[in-house]
């Protein structure tokens, strides 16, 4: 089982490098490394209050974990 402050060290790391290509494709299109930012920032902060919850849910649902094991040595 997973715990709530790995999912959380997960959901950080995957929005700093997609938050970092998002604001990358920003500022090639408005060539404004404001708006950018502005992006950005609220990407990383919409995206991260549905990825945590999203990923806490997923673990509730057995589609294609193992099996735990029997007994444990």
């Not at 919409?46 to 673990?59: D, N």
């Given at each position: 089982?997973?715990?709530p402050k ?5 959901a ?9 290509i998002?604001g990358?494709?920003?500022?090639v ?5 404001g708006r950018a930012?502005?992006i ?30 029997e007994?444990?040595?």
């Amino acid at each position: 089982m997973e715990s709530p402050k790995r999912s959380m060290a997960k959901a950080l790391a995957w929005r700093f490098g997609a938050t970092t290509i998002t604001g990358g494709v920003a500022d090639v299109i408005w060539g404004s490394i404001g708006r950018a930012l502005g992006i950005g920032v609220a990407d990383l902060l919409a995206r991260r209050l549905v990825y945590c919850p999203q990923e806490r849910a997923w673990l509730k649902i057995p589609f294609g974990q193992g099996r735990p094991a029997e007994y444990d040595i």
